[in-house]
């Protein structure tokens, strides 16, 4: 097919000109700040990521104050927007680059994509818009969007097709200085024209073009593998309170889920374990004695698996004191625990067992 690859980005920056959404990171080229919002809005919603933008700005205004924070005033700000590791890399690689690049961030795209969790997409979002560099930001949505203009008639998940995609879009922004404009306008029109379930393609500068279009099932692309079966786990967690009303947090092993973040004590269960029984035994040290029943069930979905959680209340009869506690464990009245760096389904989880 031969297409007049001028003609399409022309079309794709007048139709981003006169409907791109007013975002507080579209207001700024500095490559801190684009970087920020890049991560923050891997596998996120605009949406919901606009306030944790605004919040985590004004208290990590810059890559220093980012590098120097406690870990816990890193996750706190975080908490509620999932996938921690995000923001522990960023603060990862925030000490990197003061340590490295005196604190500037780098316009090399080696030394950009050698910083913990900075991968092609979001070096190349961070090179088109803050340095001007023509490399195609190209993501989950952006394939979408590539790949139904295309009518990519191939697994999406293999390379030959995301090469394919690489290709055309390294066409396209090629025939523009704006490469921070082509990025960003391809975003656009994949969250909110080239829509997963439902393109509306009447909307669409490229509508003329596209194959997926044209040929009547644009929703038949991007090709992808049937998904995998989420792995379901059975899991307890207890609210050890004592007669003050105080209750007991406990952190997260340094890896895996929750990594760091603190929790009400939580066992997890694999196979053929019961997982209140294992916390009936974490708990024995304190004399605590488990009830029979739940007070509480929450679903949390993760990407590849599902925990069902059994809430159980567990009041003691004397005081809880740190000493008689294991390391990593804190007793805490609510308004404490609620400064804590908690998970997403923990501050409800706590609220129904109070
Ligand atoms: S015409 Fe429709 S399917 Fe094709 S890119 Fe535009 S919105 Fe997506």
Redesign the pocket.
Same mark, same amino acid.
């Given at each position: 097919m031969n297409y007049n690859f001028p003609q399409l980005t022309g079309r794709l920056l007048a139709w981003y000109g006169e409907n791109h959404r007013d975002l507080p990171w579209r207001h700024t080229r500095d490559p801190y700040a684009v970087w920020v919002s890049e991560i923050m809005l891997q596998q996120t919603q605009v949406k919901t990521v606009v306030p944790y933008y605004e919040r985590f700005m004004a208290a990590f205004p810059s890559v220093h104050d980012l590098a120097r924070a406690p870990q816990e005033k890193v996750l706190k700000a975080w908490e509620g927007l999932g996938y921690y590791s995000r923001a522990k890399n960023l603060q990862k690689a925030a000490g990197e680059i003061c340590a490295q690049y005196r604190g500037q961030i780098p316009s090399d795209p080696d030394a950009l994509l050698a910083l913990p969790g900075i991968g092609p997409y979001t070096a190349n979002a961070v090179l088109s818009i803050s340095f001007g560099v023509s490399a195609p930001a190209v993501d989950g949505n952006v394939r979408r969007?590539a790949s139904?203009?295309l009518a990519l008639n191939e697994d999406i998940t293999k390379a030959g097709a995301q090469r394919t995609v690489e290709s055309h879009l390294t066409a396209l922004i090629a025939q523009t200085a704006r490469p921070d404009l082509f990025n960003q306008a391809m975003m656009e029109?994949g969250a909110t024209?080239?829509h997963p379930d439902s !393109?509306?393609?009447p909307r669409?500068p490229?509508?003329t073009d596209?194959q997926?279009?044209l040929l009547g099932c !644009?929703q038949a692309f991007p090709i992808k593998p049937p998904p995998k079966k989420k792995r379901v786990q059975q899991a307890a967690c207890g609210m050890v309170q004592d007669p003050e009303g105080r209750f007991i947090l406990s952190r997260r092993p340094v890896q895996g889920i929750w990594a760091n973040l603190w929790s009400l004590p939580l066992c997890v269960a694999d196979e053929n374990q019961n997982p209140a029984h294992m916390l009936a035994q974490l708990l024995a040290p304190l004399s605590a004695v488990m009830p029979s029943e739940a007070s509480a069930r929450l679903r949390h979905v993760f990407t590849h698996r599902v925990w069902l959680i059994d809430g159980y209340r567990i009041p003691v009869d004397h005081p809880l004191s740190h000493q008689e506690l294991p390391a990593g464990w804190v007793c805490l009245s609510l308004e404490e625990a609620l400064a804590y760096p908690l998970p997403a389904p923990m501050p409800p989880l706590i609220q129904a067992l109070l």
């Open positions: 969007v139904r203009f029109l024209v080239c !393109p509306s393609c669409c490229w509508q596209c997926g279009h !644009p």
